[in-house]
């Protein structure tokens, strides 16, 4: 059954402001896992933000019942090993539930970690619930029941890049530069394979990997791009690795345009600035230029509260969803709501969304925007107040982004 949707901003309705209380209400505890120190930490940190701010008005809604839910943050150091660490933790202070995305190499420990611990401790299960890893291994071969990706993942972003690319002939050179682990290796594999599909044509002049986190001066990376030729390139680097890259991709006066995953994401605007107007696109799955603004009141109150901007909807999505899982299920029992969450179709910000039952992958449209001068027209909303946002190039529709699975899931017996 599709759950209309409701903002979270919008006040208590007064049915709901006079519900009966109903027994055994529970405060349920989300541990976000997340790099909140060091140079990816600004990212983490609005992501924190963004789920407390929406388990707030959601708690006052009462979306999962009587029941509440609070998210906390753990910081893992943006290391896979510290973040088993904090899932031990986590686990010992008798969290069920946990969330993290900011690198798939974390979540593919996390989510081996998890598959062990709930064989090994049943009835103490945990859920993971990821909002930005995607890596596409996630949902095919290392699939498991207890996981729920809210994201689209690299295989669906890169699926409607290039089609939007092979449509622009003047594209005829490409280069491929990311971070050197699990993500960067998917990117770099999606985008010659899907161009090759699509535009046997393009040349690709180069494909770079370089440690993560740890480059602060990429411009001998944007001597080779300028040496190569290449018209565009294509990064799914994020957080200070494309900040910088664009900075320098900006002092060398680089021409070549810029295909990004996380051209939104904190720090990035602001290295952009007025230079990456018109040279810089983004495939995301909402931004607040949208074609009818859905999300504004979000947008508007999370830079009041915060003074910063809202830009990852799948906080917002696991907080409706787990909101809805749990009062559905009636129980706060991981098993219970994660049976909740399967097959769940949702209408959120970007339009329809569906819990895929097969692989737990989030079906649902992305966009292709450009950065943009601000015009109060098409672009309203800009971001780090820079004066430029994201201007939609067009909206992808969820059948053409969707990607089969490989996944062989072993399901639980379902609680009666």
């Known amino acids: 059954m599709t759950n209309q949707f409701r903002p979270l901003l919008i006040a208590l309705s007064v049915a709901a402001a006079f519900a009966a209380p109903v027994a055994h209400a529970e405060n349920v505890k989300v541990a976000l896992i997340e790099t909140l120190s060091g140079s990816f930490a600004p990212i983490g940190q609005n992501q924190l933000k963004s789920f407390q701010m929406f388990a707030e008005t959601a708690n006052q809604q009462k979306l999962a019942g009587e029941n509440t839910l609070e998210f906390v943050g753990f910081d893992n150091k943006g290391s896979p090993q510290e973040s088993l660490t904090q899932l031990k933790r986590v686990i010992d202070q008798g969290y069920r539930y946990i969330t993290q995305g900011n690198g798939s190499g974390v979540a593919l420990a996390l989510i081996d970690a998890v598959n062990k611990h709930n064989e090994r401790n049943p009835g103490k299960e945990v859920v993971f619930l990821n909002h930005a890893a995607i890596d596409p291994d996630l949902t095919n071969s290392k699939c498991s029941f207890w996981h729920f990706r809210f994201d689209a993942n690299s295989d669906m972003k890169m699926e409607a890049l290039t089609s939007f690319m092979a449509k622009d002939m003047s594209i005829k ?5 990311g971070q050197n682990y699990a993500h960067g290796h998917q990117v770099s594999r999606a985008a010659k394979e899907y161009l090759k599909r699509k535009r046997p044509d393009i040349e690709i002049v180069g494909d770079d990997l370089h440690p993560i986190g740890q480059v602060k001066d990429f411009s001998p990376y944007i001597a080779k791009i300028n ?35 996380y051209g939104g994401t904190t720090g990035v605007p602001t290295a952009m600035g007025e230079s990456g107007a018109d040279h810089v696109k983004m495939v995301a799955y909402w931004h607040p230029n949208n074609e009818n603004f859905v999300g504004k009141e979000i947008v508007e109150a999370y830079k009041k509260k915060y003074d910063d901007d809202f830009y990852t909807l799948a906080t917002y999505n696991i907080v409706e969803m787990l909101s809805r899982a749990i009062k559905n299920a009636k129980s706060t029992d991981p098993t219970k709501v994660a049976y909740a ?27 292709i925007a450009t950065w943009s001068k601000v015009d109060g027209k098409t672009v309203k909303y800009d971001q780090e107040n820079t004066g430029y946002g994201w201007k939609t190039n067009q909206k992808v529709e ?5 990607q ?9 017996p379902k609680p009666s």
Request: net charge positive; glycine share 8%; charged share 20%.
């Open 227 to 261: 040496a190569s030729g290449a018209d565009t390139v294509i990064t799914g680097n994020w957080g200070a690795d494309l900040a910088l890259l664009i900075k320098a991709g900006k002092d060398a006066n680089l021409k070549a345009n810029f295909y990004t995953y």
């Open 341 to 367: 969450l399967e097959g769940m179709k949702f209408k959120s910000l970007n339009g329809e969304n569906e819990m895929r039952v097969a692989d737990h992958q989030l079906q649902q449209p992305l966009y």
């Open 398 to 402: 969820t059948y053409v982004a969707t």
């Open 404 to 412: 089969p699975t490989s996944c062989q899931m072993k399901r639980p």
């Open 173 to 177: 050179k490409v280069y491929i530069i």
